[in-house]
Each structure stands twice: as structure tokens, then as C-alpha cells.
């Protein structure tokens, strides 16, 4: 069997993976996922991007030379899981180069290197890159009227990477993926990356879990206006991303939770501090997971579209349970 130099394949195409395809076809990549068990509004979603929809894990190792995994956290080990299993099956059909499999998840270093173990057992023909994603979903800059006929510029999150393999070096297409990409490979060490962005997350959303328990307690108190106020008076800055965080949060944060999860892990292990705060906040997204707000999905909101309403809706959520628990 030959192998498409050229395709990258992506596990899963979610909201950050589908950007994540949209920008490598703009730029003339042809990109691969394997939709198993997605909904028919991925599938069509993945359609309209243009992207090959293949019918097995085995024919998307068969194709690509690099595979990004970019899933919930909770789903990282077994994603790579997945990859091995594939590759042992068809190891009898040599590759001409090896596959580059990044982790881009959401994870604590140790998940990192524990993953990296996995593909070094069976000697497959693999070259391990851990990697995380700093910021949203790549998306089409607004066109300049000026500039007619020009290919749109993009707006694209840092994909920091680390360990002894970087993407630029895959055959072909290496330089140019790794620069459309927004790739800076920040360490030899497998896990720097991962750690980096454990750290970085952990300012991010752990901050929008402390405006979340806020919010919503100001507006049990009643006090909510009145905070909101003083927040826009005396901590502008502040307001303005705890605003923005909880608006936004709600359709991911079943994700989340597990993400704080594994900061607080990476704390534990690499810092030398208790999991108490973030296992914390870890409860607090499941809280949202659990409410109403739980059932949100990205480009189709109807709640928590304010401050207000996410209060309100978190609320409401908290009270059902009670009284299910009473």
C-alpha cells in the first residue's frame, strides 16, 4: 500500500479540531479523520470542510504521516490507544517513513510520558510529539475590503511542542505544516509541553471557575448587579475576561473538568502543592456539566449567554440537585 504524504489526519474533529482542518486545507493540505460513531452534524460538518471521511482507524494510520489527537482530555490515552492498535494489525505492510503522532491535549505530563510509553512497547514505526494548544480554534481573519482577491489571513492559537521529534522534520510537508500551524518546538523533553500548558490553563480556566462560584453566589446573595459594577469600576481587566470566560465556557465544560483534573496532578507532581484547588474547580465545571447549561453546544447557545443568565442557570441547576439529594 503507498501512503499520502501529503494527508494529516485528525482524532477528533470537535470544535478545536475542526478548525484546526480548516485551516490545513486552506492551505493546501489534505486532511483525514476517521468519524466512527460522531453525529451526522459532524459528519456533515466534516463534509463541508472538505475533509476525507475514512471508515477505519487502520485506513487513517495507512494514509497520513502525522496524526494530530485533539480530544477531551478524558480521552487522550485512549486515543492513542486506538493508533497503536491500528498500526499493530498492519505492521506486515511496511512504511516507507515513520507516522508522527502529536499529542495536543489537555493533559498533566506524567498522562504525557505515559503515553509516549505506549507506542515505545510494541516498536511501531511511530515518532512521538507532545504538544498542547494555547488559545481558541483557528478562524478566518474578517476580510480586508482593500486587499481584494487575497487569500484571507487567519487567526491561529500557539501550538507549542517538545520531545526528541518535531513536526517540521516530517517528510515533505514538515517545514510548511509546522509553520501554518503556529508550531514552536519549546524543548527536547517529553512533557514540556504538556506542562506549559497545564500552567497556562490553570490562569485561564481557573480563573473562569472563580468568577463562575462569584457570579453565581452573587446573584443567590442578590448582589449581582452591584458586583458587576464595582468589577467594571475598579477591575476593568478583570471583568472584562471573567465576562468573557463564564459567557463562553459553558458548552466545554464537560471538557474542563477533567482538564483540572490534570492540573491539579501536574501541581501535585511537579510543583509540590495539594490538588485541593484545582480538584475544586474540577467540581465546579462538573456542576455546570450537570446543570442545564450542560446541554449547550457551540454556534446553537440558549442559555448562559450572559452573566446573568449563566448565574441564574447554575442556580436553578444547584437547586435541583438539592432537592433530588433531600
Known amino acids: 500500500m503507498s501512503f499520502s504524504a501529503a494527508k494529516v489526519g485528525i482524532l477528533s474533529i470537535g470544535d478545536m479540531g475542526m478548525g484546526i482542518a480548516r485551516l490545513l486545507v486552506a492551505n493546501g493540505f489534505s486532511v483525514a479523520t476517521n468519524c466512527q460513531g460522531r453525529s451526522n452534524d459532524t459528519l456533515e460538518r466534516a463534509r463541508s470542510a472538505n475533509i476525507d471521511i475514512l471508515n477505519s482507524d487502520v485506513a487513517l494510520t495507512d494514509e497520513c ?19 497503536i492498535d491500528a498500526l499493530v494489525g498492519t505492521t506486515q505492510r511496511q512504511r516507507s517513513t515513520p507516522l508522527y503522532f502529536a499529542d495536543l491535549n489537555a493533559v498533566a505530563p506524567s498522562t504525557a510520558r505515559t503515553i509516549a510509553s505506549l507506542f515505545e512497547k510494541p516498536r511501531l514505526p511511530v515518532r512521538f510529539v507532545d504538544g498542547c494548544i494555547l488559545g481558541g480554534p483557528p478562524s478566518p481573519k474578517p476580510a480586508d475590503p482593500a486587499a481584494d482577491g487575497a487569500e484571507p489571513e487567519w487567526n491561529k492559537p500557539s501550538i507549542p511542542t517538545s520531545g526528541p521529534h518535531k513536526l517540521s522534520d516530517v517528510s515533505e510537508i514538515g517545514q510548511k505544516l509546522f509553520a501554518t500551524l503556529n508550531m514552536k518546538h519549546i524543548s527536547p523533553d517529553i512533557s514540556a509541553a504538556s506542562g506549559l500548558k497545564m500552567c ?14 462569584a457570579f453565581t453566589t452573587a446573584e443567590r446573595l442578590g448582589v449581582l448587579d452591584e458586583l458587576k459594577h464595582e468589577m467594571q469600576t475598579m477591575i476593568p481587566g478583570h471583568w472584562k475576561i471573567a465576562q468573557g470566560g463564564v459567557i463562553g465556557m459553558a458548552p466545554k465544560a464537560y471538557r474542563w473538568v477533567r482538564e483540572m483534573e490534570e492540573i491539579a496532578l501536574t501541581f501535585e507532581e511537579e510543583g509540590g502543592f495539594s490538588q485541593d484547588s484545582f480538584q475544586g474547580a474540577a467540581k465546579v465545571f462538573k456542576a455546570v456539566e450537570e446543570s442545564e447549561l450542560g446541554q449547550e453546544k457551540v454556534g446553537k447557545r440558549k442559555r448562559g449567554t450572559t452573566v446573568d443568565d449563566m448565574a441564574a442557570a447554575l442556580s436553578e441547576g444547584m437547586d435541583k440537585r438539592r432537592k433530588k439529594r433531600d
Open 65 to 83: 504521516s502525522v496524526i494530530l489527537s485533539v480530544v477531551p482530555p478524558r480521552d487522550a490515552i485512549a486515543t492513542a490507544q486506538r493508533v
Open 200 to 213: 497556562f490553563a490553570s490562569t485561564t480556566k481557573g480563573f473562569t471557575s472563580l468568577a463562575i462560584q
